[in-house]
């Protein structure tokens, strides 16, 4: 049996910028500052990182001090935003392949899923919900779980064990997403790692973090499924 972890931006779902744009709004609202215009943010880097850094990174681009980056004012105003910012992004759609992979994986016995994003457990469920995506992920490690990505791995693998009642080690857990930072982090808990090239990096650098195996797309033409049912057997 695997656990199988899939980042969600860039990997599940092309987002539109929307996560940025309602961070963006969250600042202005809450500390009343212009932020949704403001060239200094454009600096701030989001991909294969945590909410609570890149919250961090926009507040010291603002000049901002914040002890908490997750502070519940904050976090009530930005998960607002991005409900809105939901429904009036239209490039907002999934990856290729994503909904059919997802069946699949859902019904082979081999496999349990889950989640593995930087994003707040309640930010990437609203992103996941337009599609119907929620329901085959029971289990994660989401931005409040730390800083550092590698620490929403370790998250993800216990939450996994506990709800799926199986104990799995290192190898039997494949992290999936389109950042070195993903790849990097899998690799820190002994993970298999799967780059793949619909998100934030090309695939030629997704290469040189030296994961387990690099991918175009998760469609089984690119070899994603085959490369995975080895892993399986």
Known sequence: MHLVLFDIDGTLIKGGGMGGRALRQAFEEVFSVSAVENSDLDKVHFGGRTDPAIITDMATALNLQIEDPLHPTFVEAFLRHLRSNVDTTPELKTCPYIPELLQSLHHDPRVCLGLITGNMEPGARIKLDPFELNPFFPIGGFGEDGFERHLLVGAAIERGRNHYDIGFDPEEVVVIGDTQNDIKAGRAHG?????????????????????????????PENGFASWLNEQLS
């Open 191 to 219: 993970c298999l790692t799967v780059g793949v090239a619909t998100g934030w990096v090309e695939e030629e650098n997704l290469q040189q973090a030296n994961g387990s195996a690099v991918f175009k797309d998760l469609s």
